[in-house]
T-cell receptor, first 112, second 115 residues
Framework: EDKVVQSPLSLVVHEGDTVTLNCSYEVTNFRSLLWYKQEKKAPTFLFMLTSSGIEKKSGRLSSILDKKELFSILNITATQTGDSAIYLCAPSSAGYGNKLVFGAGTILRVKS | NAGVTQTPKFRVLKTGQSMTLLCAQDMNHEYMYWYRQDPGMGLRLIHYSVGEGTTAKGEVPDGYNVSRLKKQNFLLGLESAAPSQTSVYFC??????????????FGPGTRLTVT
């Protein structure tokens, strides 16, 4: 059975702090790993990682994938209150439907 | 370009009532998905479709039916609503470009309460 575990479940930090969010997975026919940010409504896409060791960056956010150890991390530096959200990790399974398997998410709250 | 839209945004049903949730996308995407999101459980796949006229079961299909009569629309039906179906429902769409993965685009969600 496919399994995705995110940690921590929630955390509270102050503006300017750096945070690291973790995602470990066991997915049949793994293809890629996606990170989404969810504020009040729909999840919005952040990154797609397909190769190990290649860091993807977008401003203050960066992410890396380890396909051997089956985990990914999402780093956020110099956090801002606008980073407060649920961060969802979703490995994709190759095959019919290109399905995503979502973790429960990490709830991040950034205090000013 | 509206992306993925969902109708309605909110709904309250009584146990045993039926309803249909509509998802529409204007991006010419082939694949469409229905998820439910419950506190502490992430998003779980209910049903999905890889093209017009096709549907398949996801992780939690019981109590739901779907139809994809037109490429741009994906309908989720609840024939006899139960309190356990109280949840937020998200629709998503994507299009696989060759050998590359393609992210899923999500609609704004429908909050359903069954009393």
């Amino acid at each position: 059975e496919d399994k995705v575990v995110q940690s921590p479940l929630s955390l509270v930090v102050h503006e300017g702090d750096t945070v690291t969010l973790n995602c470990s997975y066991e997915v049949t026919n793994f293809r890629s790993l996606l990170w989404y940010k969810q504020e009040k409504k729909a999840p919005t896409f952040l990154f797609m990682l397909t190769s190990s060791g290649i860091e993807k960056k977008s401003g203050r956010l960066s992410s890396i994938l380890d396909k051997k150890e089956l985990f990914s991390i999402l780093n956020i530096t110099a956090t801002q209150t606008g980073d407060s959200a649920i961060y969802l990790c979703a490995p994709s399974s190759a095959g019919y439907g290109n399905k995503l398997v979502f973790g429960a998410g990490t709830i991040l709250r950034v205090k000013s | 370009n509206a992306g993925v839209t969902q109708t309605p945004k909110f709904r309250v049903l009584k146990t045993g009532q039926s309803m249909t949730l509509l998802c529409a996308q204007d991006m010419n995407h082939e694949y469409m998905y229905w998820y439910r999101q419950d506190p502490g459980m992430g998003l779980r796949l209910i049903h999905y479709s890889v093209g017009e006229g096709t549907t398949a079961k996801g992780e939690v299909p019981d109590g739901y039916n779907v139809s994809r009569l037109k490429k741009q629309n994906f309908l989720l039906g609840l024939e006899s609503a139960a309190p356990s179906q109280t949840s937020v429902y998200f629709c998503a769409s994507s299009f696989p470009r060759g050998m590359l993965d393609y992210e899923q685009y999500f609609g704004p969600g429908t909050r359903l309460t069954v009393t």
